[in-house]
Structures are given as C-alpha cells and as structure tokens.
C-alpha cells in the first residue's frame, strides 16, 4: 500500500540553529502535502502545507520544499527556539482524495 | 477554521464495554474522518465518516469493531466496541473541505481512552 517514511525520528538542535525534517512518499497521485505539530497531550495542528504545482512555500521561519520528481518534501525551521519542540508529521494525501497518510513523526527537541 | 469539540476529553472503561466519542463541528463540513493514535505513535486513519450512509473503513477496521454514525454535516460519534487493553489511545476526529473543494484536515481535542 502508500507509505510516507519521516526521518529523522528524534532530533535535538541547539536554540537559533535551523532543523530539517524530511519524507518520502510513495502514491505519485498525492497533490497535498501538511505538516502538523503537536505538541504534548495537544491535538495536531496544521503549521504549513504546500501543493504540487509549487516547490517551495515560507511562512515567517518556517519553509517547506517540494520535489514531485523525487517524491520528497522537507520542513524546514530556522532560527529555533524551545517552542519549537514538539513532535512534527508530515502527511500526503492519496489519490487524489481527501484522506491522508501520516509520516511516523518527529519528536523536535529545542536546547536553550 | 471551524472549531470542533469532542466528548469525552478522556475515560477509563472496563474490558468488554463500548464507548461512544462525539465530534461536533461549529459549521457544516464536507469530510469528517476518525484516527487512533496510540501512545507515542503517528495518527491511523481507522474511516472516513459519511453524512447518510455507511462509513468507509480503512483496512484493519471493521464496522462491528468502530461503528461510525454521521447523521448531519456538522456531527459523528464513533464507538469502540467490545474494548480490550489493546484499545486504549487516543481516538480524534477531523474535518476537511470546509470550504468546499479545500483538503485541508483540522483536529479535533482528541479522546483518551484507556481500558483496564
């Protein structure tokens, strides 16, 4: 079946520095493409999305890239802080429908 | 976005009891859909509830196991049947296409559920 793979699990930066969090999907029909954070015992919400005619999407310090060619999208974060820490999923969604498959997530740890 | 609530926000429940979870949403939406996410783990789409007629489930999820009601554009329950240990997660809804024709997913709160 579809699979969306995130890498990596867990990641620690240090406050300031940027953090990169990639996935691969498989359905080449996918067209959309969140990324939710969720921070503990909270509900996922939606920080960012981008969509397959564009390759690139910013949002203040957060940016996501598209390669359609390759099936890999990445978020990415810049100057980090210890808000920022929380677990990130990227998702796809399939076929063309509105459902979605979820990475396995990224637990993001910010060090003041 | 629409603001969706769920209740319960948490219970305990006894092995072999049911539990019905409620989403509401404060606006009419197209999609509604319910995931389990168990302790630290990614989001499972268990099915995608549809407004007058039968859900649609995902593989590994049966009708029996998770009935889905979805009686109006803007309400759904889902019921954990016949619980077990195994069954305690966290169960949350979500709604998308609101406007319609956007893929946009919004959570909602979530339901934790723990079965002893």
Known sequence: GENVEQHPSTLSVQEGDSAVIKCTYSDSASNYFPWYKQELGKRPQLIIDIRSNVGEKKDQRIAVTLNKTAKHFSLHITETQPEDSAVYFCAADTSGTYKYIFGTGTRLKVLA | SAVISQKPSRDICQRGTSLTIQCQVDSQVTMMF????????????????????EATYESGFVIDKFPISRPNLTFSTLTVSNMSPEDSSIYLCSVGGSPP??????????????VL
């Open chain 2, 34 to 53: 319910w995931y389990r996410q168990q302790p630290g783990q990614s989001l499972t789409l268990i099915a995608t509830a549809n407004q007058g007629s």
């Open chain 2, 101 to 114: 024709g956007t893929d946009t997913q919004y959570f909602g709160p979530g339901t934790r559920l723990t």
